[in-house]
């Protein structure tokens, strides 16, 4: 069966720590995505650390890699992220903006969502790959 992850900013962080078990995950993978919220998530980050420039460079080498890209939303994304606004609405359980985000493009693209963050259970739509095993 085909995995085809989404990493979170978090997993994306825990990735270049050397995690032994997301490292494990995203070698497994056959596609690795970063959400666009990510990426701009990740470039914030840097843009206001002491080691920007080695970890945009660490960025643009993982980018790199064949199985890896970045998603951008498209029509059927804000669509997508309507729904799970309303959806989340009507449960009265919102989540953070950014993260609605990376949810709708998940959602729209079928991708496994590899995140530390439990707000992501509120969305059964999800799937997610919370607690890789070896963690």
């Known amino acids: 069966?085909?995995?085809?992850?989404?990493?979170?900013?978090?997993?994306?962080?825990?990735?270049?720590?050397?995690?032994?078990?997301?490292?494990?995950?995203?070698?497994?993978?056959?596609?690795?995505?970063?959400?666009?919220?990510?990426?701009?998530?990740?470039?914030?980050?840097?843009?206001?650390?002491?080691?920007?420039?080695?970890?945009?460079?660490?960025?643009?080498?993982?980018?790199?890699?064949?199985?890896?890209?970045?998603l951008y939303p498209d029509h059927h994304t804000v669509r997508v992220y309507a729904g799970l606004y309303q959806q989340l609405r009507r449960q009265g359980t919102p989540i953070p903006t950014h993260d609605l985000w990376i949810a709708a493009i998940v959602v729209q693209h079928e991708l496994t969502l590899l995140t530390r963050d439990a707000h992501f259970n509120v969305l059964p739509q999800l799937s997610r790959l919370d607690e890789p095993s070896g963690e």
């Open 1 to 70: 069966m085909a995995i085809n992850l989404a990493l979170d900013t978090n997993r994306y962080r825990d990735l270049c720590r050397g995690n032994p078990a997301i490292v494990a995950a995203v070698a497994g993978a056959d596609t690795v995505w970063l959400p666009f919220v990510v990426m701009a998530e990740l470039l914030a980050g840097f843009a206001a650390g002491s080691r920007g420039f080695e970890n945009e460079a660490i960025l643009r080498r993982f980018l790199l890699k064949p199985r890896v890209g970045v």
